[in-house]
């Protein structure tokens, strides 16, 4: 006998509704003449993302400028032994298991490592003014296993030369710089928290595998990664940093729980959960992208360079397994006044309160502009305030 079919609720009913008018709205965007881009930078951003890796396909292409003819070109071959990032690349690549999914055949995950491997020094050596970072390899891996190498070797060229930018110059400054609008966005939205943080003297090193991998090598789950790639790819470059700031004020309460102290504030931070509500975030993030743009920021993060330089060198002291918070608070003290003098000669403007949530698609270049008009300068500093997207 067979069991009688299970009635579906109406919240799964609903689900799956929505789900289907999504597809059929990212299948209609796709379908049109010119396509229509800033339709599938809303698909990306909205909730659930774009749902399938068949659809991240189709449309990360377009969310980087990417033309599709260029997968009709034969990849070129890859002189490993003459490449001087090659020993370092392997490296990192061989310690990079868990990034493939549980349960996947050795030789099938194998085989995956070596693309990896070819991407990253085929995008290096087309690219020669481009460094390689450890860190680079999550994002490149997340590509791969979502849309194979050969179109995977062309998004991650272009998103090298553009949202990673900063990441992959000859030193760590504009990497630094980036990490400098962390504290200030934390602090328009609860000062409480900011300050604690800055009495534990924590800096932000604990976000830097966070921003530099853009979550892929902290994240356990692909799912989630995947859905934080939609998003991202779909926005402003430093919206990474933005969703950082969220996930640190979404943990407020165990932060001012925390004792105030560099080393066990910084533990805390350094081991997201699992079980975020990614959504949430998601939409919390955009609404700080757009209630605290990048422009009203910089001038703010500029005062706290001095600050994150000598905080950041307990990424370094950690490598060594030093104690970083004993010489870190003493470098800190060294500087605080420098850094009082710099605080008192800059006036950061406060946001107006009737700033309404705009559409973050806004924040996604048409294919009329592409992506290198939003991200083709060297530091954010720079290209914040001339591209004023939301005046």
């Known amino acids: 006998m067979k069991n009688p079919k299970r009635a579906s609720s109406p919240e799964h009913s609903d689900g799956d509704s929505r789900r289907k008018k999504k597809m059929n709205d990212i299948t209609q965007a796709l379908s049109v003449s010119p396509v229509d881009v800033a339709a599938l930078r809303r698909m990306a951003i909205s909730e659930g993302g774009l749902l399938t890796d068949e659809i991240r396909c189709q449309v990360w292409p377009w969310l980087l400028n990417v033309p599709l003819h260029i997968l009709d070109q ?35 995950r194998e085989g995956l490592q070596e693309e990896l491997i070819d991407i990253i020094l085929r995008v290096l050596k087309r690219n020669p ?42 030193t760590m400054d504009n990497t630094k710089h980036i990490l400098n609008y ?41 799912r989630h990664v995947v859905r934080l790639y939609d998003f991202f790819l779909a926005c402003h470059p430093l919206m990474p940093i933005y969703f950082a700031a969220v996930i640190v004020l979404y943990r407020q309460d165990e932060v001012l729980d925390c004792e105030c102290d560099m080393a066990m504030v910084h533990h805390l ?18 609404d700080l992208f757009v209630q605290f743009p990048p422009s009203e920021l910089a001038r703010e993060a500029a005062s706290h360079e001095h600050m994150a330089s000598s905080t950041f060198k307990d990424f370094d002291l950690a490598s060594t397994q030093q104690r970083p918070d004993s010489v870190l608070r003493r470098r800190r003290r060294q500087k605080q006044a420098a850094l009082e003098n710099s605080a008192s000669n800059s ?26 008009a939003l991200a083709v300068v060297n530091t954010a500093l720079e290209w914040a305030p001339k591209l004023d997207l939301f005046p």
Request: aromatic share 10%; no cysteine.
């Open 74 to 108: 034969e990849p070129e071959n890859v002189d490993r032994e003459n490449n001087k990032d090659y020993n370092q690349v392997l490296l990192d690549v061989q310690r990079s298991l868990r990034r493939f999914p549980p349960g996947m055949p050795d030789e099938q």
């Open 129 to 170: 003014q481009l460094h390689y970072y450890q860190g680079y390899h999550d994002i490149v891996v997340t590509f791969l296993l979502v849309v194979k190498e050969r179109l995977a070797t062309a998004l991650v060229e272009k998103l090298s030369t553009h949202h990673l930018r900063d990441f992959m110059d000859p």
């Open 182 to 222: 962390l504290m200030p966005i934390i602090e328009r939205v609860n000062p409480e928290v900011h300050d604690f943080m800055q009495q534990a003297e924590v800096g932000t090193v604990f976000a830097l595998s966070w921003l530099i991998t853009w979550f892929g090598h902290v994240l356990s789950d692909f």
């Open 269 to 286: 931070l350094s081991q997201i959960p699992q079980d975020l509500p990614y959504e949430t975030l998601i939409s919390r993030a955009g």
């Open 347 to 372: 006036v950061v403007a406060r946001p107006s309160a009737t700033r309404r949530f705009v559409r973050l698609a806004v924040m996604g270049l048409t294919v009329a502009l592409g992506a290198a």
